[in-house]
Structure formats: structure tokens, C-alpha cells
């Protein structure tokens, strides 16, 4: 298959791009995490039942804008699709206390996680493929930040 460029007239490749921030020349998935921020805070406004709900939601959408796109660009899990780290970012942070402190370690332990890849991060990037596949990681790195983080939470 033929690589082609992304296809900035779609929506579903603007979404999996992150509205442009997986277009960054330097760290795409970093940026597209940086780029949840808003989102976070937004979904902490909300009941988490409507929060879980919404990122259940974008989590479906993301595996759909990532296949498309994935397909339309010929490349499997090309670094500028972010709308994983998005969506993994959001789930890092669900039910936390919304403070920069709190922001911060979950940046930090969410970007760790989704670099490094321990088990079982690694299981399900290097098994499961198509636009579940580029979700799936980033997903299992957010739940496990963030248990890690309630873990915490709870002992402080």
C-alpha cells in the first residue's frame, strides 16, 4: 500500500490528528497529550457517570477516525494520529482531583507508560491491530495510570 499524505479536508483524519497537534514535527504523541488537557478539565466539570460515558464514546470514535485514517495514509499506527493519547490522557484522569499537581503526575506517568510500553501496555501494541490496535495501548495506559493514581490518592 502506498503511503499518502494525511488528508486534511476529512474529518475523521482531523480528529485522528488531534485537530493538527499530531502534525508537530517533534513528539506528536506528547503534544496530543498536552493537547487533552482542555479536555480533562471539561469532563471534570461533568458527573462521572456523564464523564465515562463521553470517553466510552471517544474511544469508539477513536478506534473508527484511527482505522480510516490508518488505511487512507497506508501506514498502521503512524505517529501523528494522537486521538489515542488523547482519549488515554482523558481516562489517566478520570475521577482524579483536578489540580495542576495531580495534572502534571498524570501527564507524566501516562507519557511514561505509553513510551516504555510495560507489560501489559506491550501486550496489546504488539498484538492487536487496525484502529482498535492504535487505540488499545494507549488505552490500557490510562486505566493503568490510572489506578496508579487512585492508588495514590488514596494512600495520601
Not at 495514509?73 to 482531583?97: N, Q, R, S, Y
Not at 502534571?104 to 501489559?120: N, Y
Request: aromatic content about 10%; some cysteine; hydrophobic content about 55%.
Amino acid at each position: 500500500m502506498k503511503k499518502q499524505p494525511f488528508n486534511l479536508k476529512s474529518w475523521q483524519h482531523w480528529l485522528a490528528i488531534g485537530l493538527g497537534a499530531g502534525l508537530s514535527p517533534k513528539a506528536p504523541g506528547t503534544v496530543g497529550t498536552a493537547f487533552a488537557i482542555p479536555l480533562v478539565f471539561g469532563l471534570a466539570l461533568l458527573p462521572l457517570a456523564w464523564s465515562a460515558v463521553l470517553i466510552i464514546a471517544l474511544m469508539v470514535l477513536g478506534v473508527y477516525v484511527s482505522e480510516r485514517t490508518s488505511r487512507d495514509i497506508g501506514v498502521e499506527d503512524h505517529g501523528g494520529i494522537v486521538i489515542d493519547e488523547v482519549v488515554g490522557f482523558a481516562i489517566t484522569m478520570w475521577a482524579l482531583p483536578l489540580s495542576w499537581p495531580w495534572l502534571c503526575a498524570g501527564f507524566v506517568l501516562f507519557r511514561f507508560l505509553d513510551i516504555v510500553k510495560p507489560w501489559p501496555v506491550r501486550f496489546f501494541d504488539q498484538h492487536v491491530t487496525g484502529g482498535l490496535g492504535v487505540m488499545a495501548d494507549d488505552l490500557v495506559a490510562g486505566l493503568l495510570a490510572c489506578c496508579l493514581l487512585h492508588g495514590v490518592s488514596l494512600v495520601l
